[in-house]
């Protein structure tokens, strides 16, 4: 997760967190990493939170059930493996991979005027290819838009082999949750859940909060009455129904007979979103600061030990002097 912002939000949770959990606890080894460099390609002009917030992921993180004693939690900054793996990947990868990357393409159109595009932007699946790789993974957790950068890394790791001969890497499967809602949760406006488009529920909202964002979300807009039928697939709430309520389906059967209001919807939803996220909640709220860097700290540290490994092998490949 990239630390553009102090907080993490439902959707980060089920397109990837939940699955680091529930890998992690059968049994996986984690590597569960707060991405500042990443941070830096669309915040360069504005940095000085990136500290604070890595902070607070590393809560979110903690929060949702991530267990620093089993699985790493760590600064991608403080393991400096990263770059320069970036480095030599960087020497391999053709500018023609990078240019087509769907998320380039869009960033750089947000960006507008081509001047002001940094490098870093385009080299971005490349340092990502990097953050993978070093730790020779089985598989990678994440979000349905990250696929088509897994997809160069896979790549980049391929022709690195060919180039030099050696299998230092092996190809890694993507991990994308299955439940097409969980992969690409809606916002409370029914566009994809972002910061960017100010239509988050957080992790770290109080109750309160979660019950007046709740309020105003997007249901079905031709529902004005109780009586009229409701389309759950175009409901926000009815989508959060979904994945938090265990009795989704009657909710929904209700909702398209017109059995049920949409006020009914918003506060059984409220209830269930404020019933899972409770505990991870309570779990924060307990989590200070220093303890929080010392568990990055002896993070960074474990994920060194592995990193470093895997450069000893890359620099041999290349024949780089010992
Ligand atoms: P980002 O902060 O956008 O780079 O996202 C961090 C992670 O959360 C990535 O694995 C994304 O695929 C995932 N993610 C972000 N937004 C959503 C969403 N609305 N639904 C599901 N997964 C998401």
Request: glycine fraction near 6%.
């Amino acid at each position: 997760m990239r630390p553009t912002n102090p907080r993490l939000h439902i959707g980060n949770y089920e397109g990837a967190l939940r699955n680091w959990v529930n890998l992690q606890n059968q049994g996986y080894e984690m590597f569960c990493m707060v991405a500042d460099w990443h941070a830096l390609t669309t915040m360069f002009d504005d940095s000085s939170t990136i500290g604070a917030n890595s902070i607070e992921i590393a809560k979110d993180y903690i929060a949702a059930g991530i267990d620093p004693d089993k699985s790493p939690i760590f600064v991608q900054s403080h393991v400096k493996e990263h770059a320069e793996l970036h480095v030599l990947f960087s020497m391999i990868t053709p500018l023609g991979w990078l240019e087509r990357t769907p998320t380039y393409k869009e960033k750089k159109d947000e960006m507008g005027s081509n001047e002001r595009e940094p490098y870093g932007l385009l080299g971005y699946p490349v340092l990502q290819t990097a953050d993978i790789l070093l730790y020779r993974p089985f598989g990678v957790p994440v979000g349905r838009d990250q696929a088509p950068h897994l997809e160069i890394g896979n790549d980049i790791g391929a022709r690195f082999n060919r180039l030099f001969n050696c299998e230092v890497f092996s190809e890694y499967k993507y991990l994308i949750p299955q439940d097409e809602t969980r992969a690409k949760l809606p916002g409370l406006d029914m566009r994809k859940m972002s910061k960017s488009y100010d239509n988050c529920i957080y992790l770290s909202d109080t109750a309160e909060e979660t019950a007046a964002k709740l309020k105003s979300a997007y249901t079905t807009p031709s529902k004005i009455r109780k009586t009229d039928p409701g389309i759950p697939e175009g409901c926000a709430v009815c989508q959060y129904l979904k994945v938090y309520s265990s009795t989704w389906e009657s909710q929904w059967d209700e909702d398209v007979r017109g059995e049920r209001g949409c006020m009914q919807n918003k506060s059984e939803c409220v209830e269930a979103i404020n019933e899972y996220f409770r505990p991870m909640r309570e779990r924060r709220a307990q989590l200070n600061d220093g303890e929080v860097r010392e568990i990055l700290r002896k993070g960074a540290e474990r994920a060194s030990a592995v990193a470093a490994e895997t450069m000893t092998e890359v620099r041999s490949a290349m024949g780089l002097l010992a």
